[in-house]
C-alpha cells in the first residue's frame, strides 16, 4: 500500500471513530449505534465499513482504547501542570473534568462499558482503568516515598471516587458542579492524609 493511501486510510478509520462518538449522547449508548449511520457520517458507503474494522464490536473496542489513552494523555499534562507549581489534587480534579467536558462521550463510553453485558468491553475498559490507576501509582510511589503496595491502593481509591464524580457531573452545571468539583478534593484529601497517616503508623511498628 502506497503511503498516500495508507493515510487516507488511516483518516477514513479515524473518521469512523469520530463519528461512532459524536453518535453517543446520555440517551443513545454504543449498543444503540446502527453501522449504516456511523458510515453515513464519516461519509462511506456501509460497506466500506469492513475495510477498516471487522465489525461494530472491534470498532467499540478501539474507542475505549482511544478514550484510554485521552485520558491517560490530560493527567500527565496536569503532572506537567503540577510540576509547574500547582496544587497536585486540585490540578488532577479540573483537569479530570475538563476530560468529561470536551471529551464527555469518551467518558459515557467508558462507564458504560465498565459494566456493560458484553465481556470483552469489560476487560478493555478495566484494562484502561488499570493503566490509569497504575501511572497514579507509580507517581505517588516517586512523590511521596510510599511502598508500591500502598501507593496503588491509594490509587486505586482516587480513581474510583474520581471517576464516580465525574459520573455525577456529567448530569451537573454551574454552581451543582462547582460543589461536587470542591467536594472530591477535599475527599481525595482525606484520602491522601488518611494514607499518609497509615503509612507512618505502620513504619513506627516496624
Aim: overall charge neutral; charged content about 25%; hydrophobic content about 40%.
Amino acid at each position: 500500500m502506497s503511503g498516500v493511501r495508507a493515510q487516507q486510510k488511516q483518516k477514513t478509520r479515524q473518521a469512523l471513530i469520530e463519528a461512532a462518538f459524536n453518535q453517543l449522547s446520555a440517551d443513545h449508548s454504543f449498543s444503540n449505534l446502527s453501522l449504516r449511520e456511523v458510515a453515513r457520517e464519516a461519509g462511506i458507503a456501509p460497506t466500506s465499513f469492513y475495510r477498516h474494522f471487522k465489525d461494530m464490536n472491534e470498532l467499540g473496542l478501539t474507542m475505549v482504547d482511544e478514550a484510554g489513552l485521552t485520558l491517560r494523555q490530560l493527567m500527565r499534562q496536569a503532572r506537567r501542570r503540577i510540576a509547574s507549581g500547582g496544587s497536585v489534587i486540585n490540578t488532577s480534579v479540573v483537569t479530570f473534568m475538563e476530560f468529561i467536558d470536551n471529551s464527555s462521550n469518551q467518558f459515557r463510553l467508558l462507564l458504560r462499558e465498565r459494566s456493560g453485558t458484553s465481556k470483552a468491553f469489560r476487560a478493555a475498559v478495566a484494562r484502561e482503568v488499570k493503566h490509569f490507576i497504575l501511572e497514579l501509582a507509580h507517581y505517588l510511589e516517586s512523590e511521596t516515598k510510599c511502598d508500591a503496595i500502598h501507593a496503588y491502593i491509594q490509587s486505586e481509591a482516587m480513581v474510583t471516587l474520581v471517576f464516580n464524580a465525574g459520573a455525577e457531573a456529567l448530569d451537573l452545571e454551574g454552581l451543582q458542579r462547582d460543589e461536587l468539583v470542591e467536594r472530591v478534593i477535599w475527599q481525595l484529601r482525606y484520602i491522601t492524609r488518611g494514607a499518609a497517616h497509615y503509612v507512618r503508623e505502620t513504619n513506627k511498628e516496624i
